[in-house]
């Protein structure tokens, strides 16, 4: 998996390298969330290269759009937003359902795509927000999307390396 990274971002133009996972701030409303994830669907429309990465900005927009259903988090997720997503508490207790299903809606339609696949782009922008290297794999996202559960243990496993920048 190591082998698979490749370390060259020079043949971005100046233009969009504003747009680095590392760098990149989420909108904070929900108009600002998907004025957000339609540049960057336009981007990946448009340019062949850093796909990954464009699509881990993506993926962390898009939970950045879905933590918003939320009106507030359990104590451990107050100091891990994103543990909401997956925490049985803070989903009973304080996500808002349609503001929740307006997401999925709004997601599914922009990028003709599954509700599965939207939950997927948000797994892969959450593992490399958290791992900004791992914007460098050279792997397909078909082949990331197979293996997520893998590669984000190994990932996770090896924190020291995908987390050096
Ligand atoms: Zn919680």
Redesign the pocket.
């Known amino acids: 998996m190591k082998k698979s990274i490749c370390l060259s971002t020079s043949d971005a133009p100046p233009s969009e390298s504003a747009l680095s996972i590392s760098q990149y701030v989420v909108g904070n409303t929900v108009e600002k969330c998907q004025q957000n994830m339609m540049r960057v669907n336009t981007v990946i429309n448009k340019v062949k290269y850093r796909i990954i990465e464009y699509h881990c900005i993506l993926g962390a927009e898009m939970m950045a759009y879905k933590l918003l259903s939320f009106s507030k988090?359990?104590?451990?997720?107050?100091v891990n937003n994103a543990?909401?997503l997956s925490?049985?508490?803070?989903?009973k207790?304080?996500c808002n359902i349609t503001e929740l299903s307006n997401f999925m809606e709004f997601s599914c339609e922009l990028l003709n795509c599954t509700k599965d696949y939207v939950n997927f782009l948000i797994s892969l922008g959450r593992l490399c927000k958290q791992y900004p290297n791992f914007k460098y794999v050279t792997l397909s996202l078909n082949e990331i999307k197979a293996n997520m559960k893998e590669l984000t243990k190994k990932t996770t496993e090896d924190a020291g390396f995908w987390n050096d920048i």
């Open positions: 988090f359990c104590d451990e997720c107050t543990a909401a925490c049985r508490l803070c989903v207790m304080t």
